[in-house]
């Protein structure tokens, strides 16, 4: 059970945001419309088996035809703000040069809907769907990617500036590194391993560089940026899978949030001559660690750690960061992730852990002592869902339960954490995003994660709200009477 959402409306603070997200590639479609250029991923996607089931991008949600609609279904769920990111093809097709005037009339016509709706926009300027001639050159590989992404945000901050809010600069660079260049799981498919560490530097110095940008426009929007969190849980007492969850702490964590936060790579990164690259002039450092108006942080899980299977090779150099006893128990691999054998899991098998979320929020608070405002602008779960239709009414509805309850789980363990006398009461917590308003195109998972609050019919493309949206139109409804509750009563009182 969770609680109801009268209680966990209690919970939440003054000036809080409740808001959902989306991503530009995940719900546009249109990618030959309107003079849009050609992404990295459009490229991708189409490979034979680079997406689960072939799914193609090419339509999504249609979101470029129904925006209206869309933001309409925002106005009804009651939302505060909502998350998005711009196609930068769609606004610069080749990724330096030119704008597209069609492409730039898209946001504005979908910034002055929310803001007519009475919705707060959040601005992600980047969300991985770099234009192709970019990645052509490299893309993250190369040092200039981060320069064009500076002319983009000033692009976006001289069409848009004056209507947004917040701004998120990137989005998950530790998922483009990973996934996009170390493993080949997502665009642009390449399978570097640890050559892919230049992408790490360059995507920050790109955020650092957009924050220059968005500042020396004098937007008056807040600025932020987005890195995912997943709390590294060594899988037993052997000291072994403790070290490989160091490490995976470090590869996947620290990489991304100490340069910004810190304004510096972790000491050890530093220290193995493998990561040679990331001595760097200090006046990048500076640059990538300019201070923020918020920090955006996406949690879904932690992550469970052992030491290495024996599938793989440790590269040279590594080896000798690791030390004897973990290169010899590893068997080569210096870790892999271990399931939760008692855990509930979502479709995807990720491990539903709210008690974690506390877990996240109290190590960034103990890492990062001058931490800004956060902002939790993802969480959210996949589930498989189910149209139920009432024979009698013939309306249809989609029992999502335990979406519903991951929502609520989780949003108030975030809230108890931060609260005072809490676990990471250091922190002061802003708002929490569910990921994602509606089912979408999930990258390589293709068409078959729906995290959505509305369920999306992909042959009809029928919008359908579940029990989830409903529940967090609640939600709103019971923070905002007693919000208007606490303004009667100091109305009452009198000046
Ligand atoms: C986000 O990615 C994306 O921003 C969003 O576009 C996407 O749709 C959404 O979440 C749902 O996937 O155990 O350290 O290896 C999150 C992708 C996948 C990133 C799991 C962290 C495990 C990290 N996450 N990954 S680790």
Not at 28 to 49: M, N, T
Request: with cysteine; proline share 7%.
């Amino acid at each position: 059970m969770h609680i109801t959402a009268k209680e966990l409306a209690a919970l939440i603070p003054p000036d809080f945001t409740l808001g959902v997200g989306t991503a530009a590639f995940q719900i546009e479609g249109a990618l030959d419309e309107d003079g849009r250029g050609p992404a990295g991923w459009d490229v991708f996607s189409a490979k034979p088996g680079a997406i689960v089931g072939g799914g193609s991008p090419a339509v999504a949600c249609d979101h470029y035809h129904r925006m209206p609609e869309d933001v309409a279904l925002m106005k009804q769920l009651g939302v505060d703000s909502y998350r998005f990111s711009l196609s930068w093809p769609r606004i610069q097709p080749t990724g330096s040069g030119p704008v597209n005037p069609a492409g730039l009339a898209f946001y504005d016509r979908l910034l002055d809907e929310l803001l007519a709706s009475g919705i707060s926009p959040m601005m992600t300027i980047y969300h991985w769907d770099t234009p192709l001639a970019l990645d052509d050159a490299g893309g993250w590989l190369n040092r200039d990617t981060a320069y064009r992404l500076a002319e983009f945000a000033a692009i976006a901050a001289a069409a848009y500036g004056d209507r947004v809010a917040r701004w998120v600069t990137i989005n998950e660079p530790a998922t483009v590194t990973t996934n996009g260049y170390a493993l080949g799981l997502h665009s642009p498919g390449e399978a570097l391993l640890l050559k892919a560490l230049p992408t790490v530097h360059h995507q920050l110095l790109g955020h650092g560089l957009a924050v220059q940008a968005l500042r020396a426009a004098g937007v008056p929007g807040e600025i932020g940026m987005t890195n995912v969190y997943s709390p590294m849980v060594p899988n037993s007492i052997n000291p072994l899978d403790k070290l490989s969850a160091g490490i995976m702490d470090l590869a996947q964590n620290r990489l991304y949030a100490d340069p910004v936060l810190l304004g510096r790579y972790p000491d050890l990164i530093r220290a193995a001559h493998f990561f040679g690259s990331f001595e760097h002039p200090d006046e990048d450092m500076e640059i990538i660690s300019q201070p923020l108006d918020f920090y955006g942080l996406n949690y879904y899980m932690p992550t469970k750690v052992a030491v290495g299977a024996g599938e793989g090779v440790i590269p040279a150099g590594m080896a000798e960061a690791m030390g004897d006893d973990l290169t010899a128990a590893s068997g080569g691999t210096p870790f892999h992730v271990e399931a939760w054998p008692e855990a509930d899991t979502t479709a995807y098998g990720w491990p539903v852990k709210p008690d974690y979320m506390g877990v996240a929020l109290k190590e960034m608070a103990e890492r990062y002592p001058n931490l800004p405002p956060v902002i939790l602008t993802e969480g959210g779960a996949s589930f498989e869902d189910i149209i139920v239709r009432d024979e009698a009414t013939n309306r249809t509805f989609i029992p999502d339960e335990r979406r519903l309850k991951y929502l609520s789980d989780h949003i108030e363990a975030a809230l108890r954490a931060t609260a005072p006398g809490g676990e990471a009461e250091a922190i002061d917590l802003r708002g929490y995003y569910v990921w994602s308003l509606m089912d979408n195109f999930e990258w390589s998972a293709g068409y078959n994660q729906p995290f959505g609050l509305l369920h999306v019919d992909f042959q009809t493309l029928e919008r359908t709200p579940k029990a989830s949206y409903f529940w967090l139109q609640e939600l709103i409804e019971e923070r905002n009477l007693a919000a208007s509750a606490v303004v009667a009563v100091a109305r009452a009182m009198g000046p």
